[in-house]
């Protein structure tokens, strides 16, 4: 089983994150910010990720720290979870419709970090989530785990659905980049390592 654990302690934020890359979509999330717990969820149970979660934030001051650095503990234990690579696709891409919403996400688990995030979203925030922390989340996901991660939305009117659209494309390129490929015997690159 691929699985890590992950503790971060900062004076802003306190995150437990335990990720199983071989799951069935079970999760235990709590944030502190309802929507973000749903995206989250979403994440987990379309990606077939079995995911615990627990997070303690100074939302007194606001939902950035708190989804910032969720992200940056998720991607480091994505990392850990994949060791060094061996046997994995390396590569996921998928198109997700949700009513109103497209959302396109491609992944590549290189090693090396790049985010490409073409979204515009129409309300400033979704229940208790800043829609400009939904970038700020793939930010830190794609550079604590090495990832380049494009995301777009190709269409959208409704932010609570384009959002979705977009967590639920990730967890689905993800799970495609993660899956074992019986032909792929060390790791998939000409250079011999991710």
């Not at 004076?11 to 749903?38: P, V």
């Not at 932010?159 to 990730?170: G, L, P, R, S, V």
């Amino acid at each position: 089983m691929r699985t890590a654990s992950v503790d971060r302690t900062t004076k802003e934020t306190d995150i437990s994150i335990t990720l199983n890359l071989d799951g069935t979509g079970i999760s235990e999330i709590s944030t502190g910010i309802g929507f973000f717990d749903h995206m989250l969820e979403g994440f987990s149970r379309h990606g077939f990720f079995d995911l615990k979660c627990q997070v303690k934030g100074d939302l007194h001051v606001d939902g950035h720290h708190t989804v910032e650095d969720t992200g940056i503990v998720l991607g480091q234990a994505l990392a850990k979870a994949l060791g060094d690579k061996k046997g994995i696709r390396r590569y996921g891409y998928f198109i997700l419709p949700m009513d109103d919403a497209l959302a396109l996400c491609a992944v590549d688990l290189s090693g090396r970090p790049f985010l490409q995030f073409d979204c515009d979203f129409p309300a400033e925030r979704v229940g208790g989530l800043d829609t400009e922390l939904v970038r700020e989340f793939f930010y830190a996901v794609s550079y604590s785990a090495g990832m380049n991660l494009h995301i777009r939305l190709l269409s959208g009117s409704n932010a609570h659905h384009m959002a979705e659209a977009i967590f639920k494309a990730f967890a689905k390129a993800l799970d495609q980049a993660v899956e074992t490929d019986p032909r792929i015997r060390d790791v998939l690159s000409t250079k011999g390592m991710l």
